[in-house]
């Protein structure tokens, strides 16, 4: 199809997610009403340039879409009303896309909400066909049927399918869960702000092993709405600072694989969300590697651990060593699920695409506020539904040149890793001598710094590959060789305090990739540079 229009999302919001029941001035009107004012205050326009809306819920009777908008207004504009399981409100904002890409329209709302009892999901309807039951016969040919939640029993025996296929172990599940309720805490939106230790998310009541309660996503109440428009609406509106753009968007139902083979993890959606991403990838040049910050479905910690392979974040069966690695969150490869995801944040699920898209604006923009992951340029959205549809979608800033300078805490001395200045010496240095020595080293040196400010890590890279003289914090390009050590210890390496064969040997210098490269460590250190002074 030619003649797409570019679409940008230029304002979104939310309510914080609530445990059902625990407001009582929370209907569904009345989220929707907060969410929608919030994304038309943050847009800057009246609810009277809204052309046209789409509507995500799940639990609710007919046309809740325009009992819910009438609280915004009552134009007359054409409503949709979408249900596309735990993917309704991505599946909403994937309409409202194509009813601006296609020219149906210049600004339209989607908005997403849901009121939830409390306790696990289950069927409302006994009297026809429940549309899970396909996947109900891949698991019960598999496995026999335990006293716990069936969605519980079907994402964790993915888990289980994973590591017994893979390696992984219960422990790179947890970590999942652990990372999410840490940031979380950074979330004024979230159903749970409260940190756990590793330890608590292990021992935290057994749902389904390996899968603790701390592990599984609550039932949630809590609304989320975003506009999106044209590039004339933006430009006749001067909307360019704050236009976000929708560079790519797809969406993809089961394949055969996911009742044929025999999988759990391709009957809960991996093989959907796979075609979905490699689509968008096709289709819009991007390279996963390329991408800074990540929302996606965790329903179940087991869910984000399979969906990292599933969206290229790491090859098939490599997902713990990215766990390990820490590049699931600040000072790695990626920070997903900023937001603290499903598991901490909540999963009201005709909200939860919306409030993914809202995160993800925020963070392109430089208003996440304490939980601002540094230079995000390029972010990945991923939300799914059982039954099934898997959406995912590429956002950056529309128009870089005229967004809004980005406000950045200004770090006291204590906040600043003590290796910064050593690197920023390193990199005057190259200006000079770095030709010569890159046509002698070639190589990509990583180096991921712990134990920092805060207890943080941070990742430097030094390009000298292909005649490259340049020192890149939490650059993106792949390197041949990656050093890891302790803020301090790095210093002192590097000061001549503490040699690098010591540090190696005692375990203070961990180094992964390809050896050859490490020993050509001291090439890209001037002898004659007085670190010791600058420091």
Same mark, same amino acid.
């Given at each position: 199809?030619?003649?797409?229009?570019?679409?940008? !999302?230029?304002?979104?919001?939310? #309510?914080?997610?609530?445990?059902?029941?625990?407001?009582?001035?929370?209907?569904?009107?009345?989220?929707?009403?907060?969410?929608?004012?919030?994304?038309?205050?943050?847009?800057?326009?009246?609810?009277?340039?809204?052309?046209?809306?789409?509507?995500? @819920? /799940?639990?609710?009777? #007919?046309?809740?879409?325009?009992?819910?908008? @009438?609280?915004?207004?009552? +134009?007359?504009?054409?409503?949709?009303?979408?249900?596309?399981?735990?993917?309704?409100?991505?599946?909403?904002?994937?309409?409202?896309?194509?009813?601006?890409?296609?020219?149906?329209?210049?600004?339209?709302?989607?908005?997403?909400?849901?009121?939830?009892?409390?306790?696990?999901?289950?069927?409302?309807?006994?009297?026809?066909?429940?549309?899970?039951?396909?996947?109900?016969?891949?698991?019960?040919?598999?496995?026999?049927?335990?006293?716990?939640?069936? +969605?519980?029993?079907?994402?964790?025996?993915?888990?289980?399918?994973?590591?017994?296929?893979?390696?992984?172990?219960?422990?790179?599940?947890?970590? *999942?869960?652990?990372?999410?309720?840490?940031?979380? +805490?950074?979330?004024?939106?979230?159903?749970?702000? %409260?940190?756990?230790?590793?330890?608590?998310?292990?021992?935290?009541?057994?749902?389904?092993?390996?899968?603790? %309660?701390?592990?599984?996503?609550?039932?949630?109440?809590?609304?989320?709405?975003?506009?999106?428009?044209?590039?004339?609406?933006?430009?006749?509106?001067?909307?360019?600072?704050?236009?976000?753009?929708?560079?790519?968007?797809?969406?993809?139902?089961?394949?055969?694989?996911?009742?044929?083979?025999?999988?759990?993890?391709?009957?809960?959606?991996?093989?959907?969300?796979?075609?979905?991403?490699?689509?968008?990838?096709?289709?819009?040049?991007?390279?996963?590697?390329?991408?800074?910050?990540?929302?996606?479905?965790?329903?179940?910690?087991?869910?984000?651990? *399979?969906?990292?392979?599933?969206?290229?974040?790491?090859?098939?069966?490599?997902?713990?060593?990215?766990?390990?690695?820490?590049?699931?969150? @600040?000072?790695?490869?990626?920070?997903?699920?900023?937001?603290?995801?499903?598991?901490?944040?909540?999963?009201?699920?005709?909200?939860?695409?919306?409030?993914?898209?809202?995160?993800?604006?925020?963070?392109?923009?430089?208003?996440?506020?304490?939980?601002?992951?540094?230079?995000?340029?390029?972010?990945?959205?991923?939300?799914?539904?059982?039954?099934?549809?898997? /959406? /995912?979608?590429?956002?950056?800033?529309?128009?870089?040149?005229?967004?809004?300078?980005?406000?950045?805490?200004?770090?006291?001395?204590?906040? #600043?890793?003590?290796?910064?200045?050593?690197?920023?010496?390193?990199?005057?240095?190259?200006?000079?001598?770095?030709?010569?020595?890159?046509?002698?080293?070639?190589?990509?040196?990583?180096?991921?710094?712990?134990?920092?400010?805060?207890?943080?890590?941070?990742?430097?890279?030094?390009?000298?590959?292909?005649?490259?003289?340049?020192?890149?914090?939490?650059?993106?390009?792949? !390197?041949?060789?990656?050093?890891?050590?302790?803020?301090?210890?790095?210093?002192?390496?590097?000061?001549?305090?503490?040699?690098?064969?010591?540090?190696?040997?005692?375990?203070?210098?961990?180094?992964?990739?390809?050896?050859?490269?490490?020993?050509?460590?001291?090439?890209?250190?001037?002898?004659?540079?007085?670190?010791?002074?600058?420091?």
């Amino acid at each position: 199809m030619t003649g797409k229009r570019r679409v940008f !999302v230029v304002g979104v919001g939310m #309510t914080k997610f609530e445990k059902p029941g625990r407001r009582d001035d929370f209907d569904y009107p009345d989220m929707a009403k907060e969410s929608g004012t919030k994304a038309l205050q943050d847009a800057g326009i009246g609810y009277s340039s809204i052309e046209q809306a789409v509507v995500g @819920y /799940v639990y609710g009777d #007919t046309t809740c879409g325009q009992r819910a908008l @009438y609280q915004l207004g009552m +134009t007359g504009i054409p409503m949709y009303n979408v249900n596309n399981a735990c993917a309704t409100g991505s599946s909403a904002l994937y309409l409202a896309k194509q009813l601006v890409e296609g020219g149906m329209a210049d600004c339209v709302m989607a908005l997403g909400f849901e009121k939830m009892q409390r306790g696990s999901l289950k069927a409302q309807y006994e009297d026809r066909t429940n549309p899970m039951d396909k996947h109900m016969e891949v698991l019960m040919s598999n496995h026999d049927l335990q006293a716990s939640p069936i +969605t519980a029993q079907m994402f964790g025996r993915a888990g289980i399918e994973h590591m017994d296929k893979y390696g992984t172990t219960a422990d790179h599940i947890a970590k *999942i869960a652990y990372k999410n309720h840490k940031h979380s +805490t950074n979330n004024p939106y979230s159903q749970f702000q %409260k940190e756990y230790s590793l330890a608590d998310i292990k021992n935290a009541p057994m749902v389904f092993a390996p899968l603790t %309660k701390l592990q599984c996503c609550p039932t949630s109440d809590g609304s989320a709405a975003a506009v999106l428009c044209s590039e004339d609406f933006v430009k006749k509106h001067n909307l360019q600072a704050r236009a976000v753009e929708i560079i790519g968007m797809q969406m993809a139902t089961d394949l055969p694989s996911t009742f044929e083979e025999n999988s759990i993890m391709k009957m809960v959606g991996y093989d959907m969300t796979k075609k979905a991403a490699d689509d968008l990838y096709r289709k819009t040049g991007v390279h996963p590697s390329q991408i800074d910050v990540v929302e996606l479905h965790d329903c179940f910690a087991a869910n984000e651990l *399979i969906t990292y392979e599933a969206l290229g974040l790491c090859p098939p069966g490599k997902a713990g060593e990215l766990i390990d690695r820490g590049d699931n969150t @600040y000072g790695g490869k990626y920070v997903i699920n900023p937001s603290g995801g499903l598991i901490s944040k909540g999963h009201p699920l005709g909200a939860t695409g919306l409030a993914q898209c809202a995160e993800l604006c925020w963070q392109l923009r430089g208003e996440a506020e304490k939980r601002q992951v540094p230079g995000a340029k390029l972010a990945l959205q991923h939300n799914i539904g059982l039954g099934g549809a898997a /959406v /995912v979608t590429l956002y950056k800033m529309g128009f870089p040149e005229r967004q809004s300078a980005r406000i950045q805490p200004r770090l006291t001395a204590a906040e #600043t890793f003590k290796c910064e200045p050593l690197f920023n010496l390193i990199e005057e240095h190259l200006k000079g001598s770095g030709k010569a020595i890159a046509k002698k080293v070639d190589a990509r040196f990583g180096f991921k710094v712990t134990a920092g400010p805060g207890g943080k890590s941070a990742f430097w890279l030094i390009d000298l590959k292909d005649g490259a003289t340049s020192v890149v914090r939490d650059g993106k390009d792949k !390197v041949d060789v990656t050093f890891t050590m302790k803020d301090a210890d790095l210093v002192q390496m590097m000061m001549g305090k503490l040699q690098p064969q010591s540090a190696f040997f005692t375990g203070k210098l961990k180094i992964s990739g390809a050896m050859k490269y490490a020993t050509k460590l001291q090439s890209i250190i001037p002898k004659n540079m007085t670190i010791k002074s600058k420091l």
